[in-house]
């Protein structure tokens, strides 16, 4: 199929400034030609649309998301069989809002190959997927890595059924083992398909804020060593300084959420390897007004680590650190957002601020990171270019040039004005092909609204209501306060 888009302003990630009255020809698939449309070797084309005066990016990309987040008990015992609807259902979100192609960080491996084959085959609509499966070193969602209060409420059977889901070989029995072990059960892993590794810098969960290390320097080494002999991508989950200077040390691709190092800032040394380095940052920012509701309902050692990690952001940018945009975007079901667990969280902030959700969270970023005084055409390369090269997936993503996959968003509004003009998107296109965005997502699951409640509920009153806030992502859950 041939694709002929006309009249746009063009910003197309590799030039320095955006180039007006541009043309572009697509065919099969992929960019054949950028320029002024007299001078395209135009013959026949099946389709032009004319977008003058509208703007063309590359396509948007996540380089942390959760196709599957809402794994909470009810979750997984109403979808058990269905987990790859849930997973489509949120692809077509991600695609709705701009995200050509995302990476799933963790979750259910099989459940995720599944989806991100069908939509690599034409058979489905949704944002091309490359997933990791689970996080090496971490237990699955019914543990104490993750949701800790399920086992001895669910069944053991159903409780180790969805955590092997999730696992697999890849569990917290790695830490007991030598470097040399724990590679060749990796090797064993990535041999089941996956598109990249990640593993545990530091724990996960409350023990202890994330500040414990998860694995010995050798043993991260081995990891990501493995990861590079089958030619994939290493990425660590960190949340300290010392589990960040251990992941660059190791040769990590990328370090997940690297601005979140507890109570203390990375040191200047640590941001000048970062900064000098192949290592992409990817960041956790909020806005200065998510900061401030945050802090009304958050400790004092919350607002100490969450003060950090703003300090973090900048100083990142200041250095000159290839920085990427994420932000854990997952769908999470409106009756979980009711939850006493999640208001009083980053994860309950108001729409217009909260990082995590999956179809607006990456604008809260954008929006954030110029706050915290990132450059225009640095927000852009943050959420394509420097994605698709620390996944090593330039070839083909990430900017606008003939030659590479036709994945673009088309906005209203110029980006390089204001952050708040991602928003504006008037078409997204991928593969080449216009994505009907009415459509989607096609079966609303967990993005479906609440059912109207029973006649009994009016007449009901509740004597306590008791629950547990997430210290820090959707899916960590570990004690009762």
Known sequence: MSLLLTGATVIDGVSEKAVNGQSILVENGRISAIGRRDELPVTAVEKTVDLDGKFIIPGLMNANVHMFVNVLFETLVRYEGSYEDLIVEAAQVALNAGMTTVFDTWGPRRALMAVRDRIDRGEIVGSRIRCAGNIIGFDGPFSADFDGRIPGIGSSHFVD???????????????????????????????????????????????????????????????????????????????????????????????????????????????????????????FPLTDNGLEILKESISDLEWTMWKASDSNCRNLIDSGATILLANDGGILAPEVMQEPMIKGTWNGLPEEEALGRLATGHFIWLKAMEEKGMAPMDLLHAATRNIAKAYKVDDDFGTLEAGKIADMVVLDENPLQSAENYRTIHAVIKDGALVNRDTLPERPLLTAELPAPLEEEARYKRFLHHGVRLPGCPTCVNETR
């Open 161 to 283: 059924r969805v955590n092997a889901a999730w696992v697999e070989n890849t569990g917290r029995h790695l830490m007991w083992m030598t470097p040399e072990a724990v590679g060749e059960e990796v090797r064993t892993y990535i041999e089941n398909g996956i598109d990249f590794v990640k593993y545990a810098s530091n724990e996960h969960g409350g023990t202890a804020a994330g500040a414990f290390i998860q694995f010995s320097e050798r043993t991260q080494r081995a990891i990501v060593e493995e990861a590079h002999r089958s030619g994939l991508t290493a990425q660590s989950h960190s949340a300290s300084v010392e589990g960040l200077r251990m992941s660059i040390e190791a040769g990590c691709d990328l370090v997940q959420h690297c601005n979140m190092t507890g109570p203390t800032e990375i040191p200047r040394e640590t941001l000048d390897v970062l900064a000098q380095g192949d290592c992409g940052a990817v960041v």
